[in-house]
């Protein structure tokens, strides 16, 4: 998967800092038994009586470093390797069909290729690629198909990059990995690479719809609509505090009635962006089929999503578990049980060690 930095050794801390809150995972990986190690890990949100709007526009550089020590500090957390995420909303990706070249000639060819489709200069951003020319493609592709090849094309703006240096500077951290958030949930939620999979992270803000088959990622998408927007339609249409909408959505869900009414048309509108995202996979891959639904994120843990979800696409509909590639302690196993997919792109960025 592509990064901008080398990966780290043995102890390294995945930390992923959302629009609600800071997430950090530490793990050690073990070369001779290839075990991952759970050692800590850490959630620390920002201001909870102000809505993800609002908090978004006030929040600073200077907050996001003095929470994330106090959230090291606390978590006793003593790597100072550490990987980042970057969010969907601050990255840009495409997927590229172009003439195939030889592997000396690709960053020249793909530089002049990227100019089309990145909607700022070059010279504004970081970039990167990974060629994922498909099996099922070639088999159905005629001569001139095969002098293409596919391409996934990323770019993220230098000043981002600098601002998560700066972040992990001050924090003391050595920042050794900074990836585009759809790797790390990749790289955690998935099991069989065999299949193709396709996973909706609803974050707080923003849901990633990622479409992955053979390993790789084979189609992206980001809606703005995330967890709080559900808790805001609950709290404007009831008319109670943002505090008690978001606890009547955690507690009862689609379970609830009126909840439900209030939260299925919202949710219908990421149901819409799935189906249209697994027609263009369809329409590119007629004889591939999508074989799960992988639901992630803190909403993945609302009761009844699965069952809506599942029904509406009529897919098989699971919530990932991003914690069954680690070695955890027996003490602490319940604990994580109710954390659920909240951690995905956390344990992700720390699962990258090479």
């Known amino acids: 998967m592509w990064s901008l930095f080398g990966g780290g050794k043995n102890k390294i801390v995945g930390i992923?800092?959302?629009?609600?809150?800071?997430?950090?995972?530490?793990?050690?990986?073990?070369?001779?038994?290839?075990?991952?190690?759970?050692?800590?890990?850490?959630?620390?949100?920002?201001?909870?009586?102000?809505?993800?709007?609002?908090?978004?526009?006030?929040?600073?550089?200077?907050?996001?470093?003095g929470l994330l020590k106090v959230a090291l500090k606390q978590s006793k957390i003593k790597t100072r390797n550490a990987s980042f995420s970057i969010p969907a909303f601050s990255s840009?990706?495409?997927?590229?069909?172009?003439?195939?070249?030889?592997?000396?000639?690709?960053?020249?060819?793909?530089?002049?290729?990227?100019?089309?489709?990145?909607?700022?200069?070059?010279?504004?951003?970081?970039?990167?690629?990974?060629v994922i020319d498909e099996p099922e493609g070639k088999e159905i592709a005629n001569i001139r198909d095969q002098n293409k090849m596919k391409v996934l094309l990323l770019a993220v703006p230098r000043d981002i990059v600098a601002r998560y240096k700066e972040i992990a500077s001050a924090c003391g951290l050595n920042l050794k990995n900074l990836e585009v958030e759809a790797f790390p949930l990749l790289r955690s939620?998935?099991?069989?690479?065999?299949?193709?999979?396709?996973?909706?992270?609803?974050?707080?803000?923003?849901?990633?719809?990622?479409?992955?088959?053979?390993?790789?990622?084979?189609?992206?998408?980001?809606?703005?609509?995330?967890?709080?927007?559900?808790?805001?339609?609950?709290?404007r249409s009831v008319n109670i505090a943002y505090e008690r909408a978001e606890e009547l959505k955690?507690?009862?869900?689609?379970?609830?009635?009126?909840?439900?009414?209030?939260?299925?048309?919202?949710?219908?509108?990421?149901?819409?962006?799935?189906k249209r995202v697994i027609a263009v996979y369809r329409s590119k891959n007629p004889n591939k089929e999508i074989d799960e639904l992988v639901l992630s994120g803190g909403t993945a843990q609302l009761r009844g999503i699965v069952e809506l979800f599942s029904d509406r696409l009529n897919i098989p509909t699971t919530i990932g578990d991003p914690w069954k590639k680690l070695t955890i302690d027996n003490k602490i196993k319940s604990a994580i049980e109710s954390r659920g997919t909240s951690f995905s792109i956390a344990i992700g960025l720390a699962l990258k060690n090479e």
């Not at 060819?109 to 970039?127: G, R, Y």
């Not at 849901?207 to 609509?225: D, E, F, K, Q």
């Not at 689609?254 to 299925?264: C, G, P, R, S």
């Open 16 to 65: 992923d800092i959302g629009t609600s809150g800071i997430k950090a995972v530490e793990l050690e990986h073990s070369p001779s038994s290839q075990e991952v190690s759970l050692k800590n890990y850490v959630l620390l949100g920002f201001s909870e009586n102000l809505p993800q709007k609002e908090r978004e526009r006030r929040i600073t550089k200077e907050e996001i470093v």
């Open 92 to 130: 840009f990706v495409s997927f590229v069909t172009m003439p195939r070249v030889q592997e000396e000639d690709i960053r020249k060819a793909i530089t002049i290729e990227a100019q089309k489709f990145i909607p700022v200069s070059l010279e504004e951003v970081v970039l990167g690629w990974e």
């Open 189 to 235: 939620l998935t099991f069989n690479f065999q299949k193709t999979f396709v996973v909706a992270d609803i974050g707080a803000r923003v849901c990633n719809l990622l479409v992955v088959s053979n390993g790789s990622l084979r189609g992206a998408r980001n809606i703005g609509l995330g967890g709080e927007d559900l808790t805001e339609v609950i709290a």
């Open 250 to 274: 955690k507690n009862e869900g689609l379970f609830n009635k009126q909840v439900a009414e209030l939260l299925i048309p919202a949710l219908g509108n990421i149901i819409d962006e799935l």
